[in-house]
């Protein structure tokens, strides 16, 4: 089956700097990679997501790019503010089956 | 208009005691799901249901059974339950199986089993 891999676990970063999230996944079947944010106490709420047949998408300050070739795929959020602290979990899904599944989680830090 | 409803938000009960939580959705979507969020916030899936069918059953414990009346309600039923059963329960839904649309998310389930 899919397995989905998330690095860092933990990042923190200055106001206003860019941070990264990277994830690799293992079954090349899987072509919708969406990207869900979690604040404290709060739901997962999807913030981008990105098919197989694009290479990158961006929405403001959050683009996100997709290697097909590699397996791997980046969440990048440029110009960060306090609110962008949270959970980030990255997560692959193919058509032919309906797990969505989810990376370990980045929790992310904003620095004042 | 609260898309993906679950109630209660938080059980606390004793070991050994049998609990159910309640999910609804309103997006007229035709597969819901349950996942569960450990201390650690891995998110796990345990169930998918496809138009009241059960499509996706992981190794999870005889102990939960989940129960869809409609595709727009999934129950989670769970007996004797242990102290590794805390955690936060989402309930999820999305518009059919193998969409590649938004997964909504409930606002969570905390059990805590004393």
């Known amino acids: 089956g899919e397995n989905v891999e998330q690095h860092p676990s933990t990042l923190s970063v200055q106001e206003g700097d860019s941070a990264v999230i990277k994830c690799t996944y293992s079954?090349?079947?899987?072509?919708?990679f969406p990207w869900y944010k979690q604040e404290l106490g709060k739901r997962p709420q999807l913030i981008i997501d990105?098919?197989?047949?694009?290479g990158e998408k961006k929405d403001q300050r959050i683009a996100v790019t997709l290697n097909k070739t590699a397996k791997h795929f980046s969440l990048h959020i440029t110009e960060t503010q306090p609110e962008d602290s949270a959970v980030y979990f990255c997560a692959a899904s193919m058509e032919r089956d309906d797990k969505i599944i989810f990376g370990k989680g980045t929790r992310l830090h904003i620095l004042p | 208009d609260t898309a993906v409803s679950q109630t209660p938000k938080y059980l606390v009960t004793q070991m050994g005691n049998d609990k159910s939580i309640k999910c609804e959705q309103n997006?007229?979507?035709?597969?819901m799901y349950w996942y569960k969020q450990d201390s650690k916030k891995f998110l796990k899936i345990m169930f998918s249901y496809n138009n009241k069918e059960l499509i996706i059953n992981e190794t999870v414990p005889n102990r939960f059974s989940p129960k869809s009346p409609d595709k727009a309600h999934l129950n989670l039923h769970i007996n004797s339950l242990e102290l590794g059963d805390s955690a936060v329960y989402f309930c999820?839904?999305?518009?059919?199986?193998?969409?590649?649309?938004?997964?909504?998310f409930g606002p969570g389930t905390r059990l805590t089993v004393l």
């Open positions: 990105i098919r197989s047949n694009v």
């Open positions: 997006l007229g979507h035709d597969t």
């Open positions: 999820a839904s999305r518009p059919y199986s193998g969409s590649r649309d938004e997964q909504f």
């Open positions: 079954d090349s079947a899987s072509n919708y």
